[in-house]
């Protein structure tokens, strides 16, 4: 169980497995990596997200509201809690958004 939200960690997602073969820092060093691709995208939709402890997500719209996220599995339904509307990844405004951005 956590003991900062009171939330049991039922299984962890498998892109923070750990292994011997994948060291900590490298983990560590992907982990940011989702977070700006995922900030890349979010960005169009006015969120971001932050890590937390490098165990959970937090993601936050411009109004200041937060939810909590365990993994990048549970990321999308937060978000669109926030929105109040479905992500969709396919949206053509979204795309050239992004070919914008990495121009």
């Given at each position: 169980m956590?003991?900062?939200c009171g939330e049991s960690i039922l299984q962890t997602?498998?892109?923070d497995q750990k292994s011997a073969a994948n060291p900590s820092r490298s983990r560590?060093?992907?982990r940011q990596y989702r977070i700006r691709l995922l900030n890349q995208v979010l960005a169009y939709y006015g969120l971001k997200v932050d890590d937390w402890n490098?165990?959970?997500f937090v993601v936050r719209d411009k109004k200041?509201?937060?939810e909590i996220v365990h993994d990048l599995g549970g990321l999308w339904?937060?978000?669109e809690k926030l929105i109040g509307r479905p992500l969709n990844p396919l949206d053509s405004?979204?795309?050239d958004f992004?070919?914008?951005d990495t121009v």
């Open positions: 956590c003991v900062l997602h498998w892109t560590q060093k992907e490098g165990a959970k200041g509201r937060s339904a937060k978000a405004g979204l795309m992004l070919k914008r």
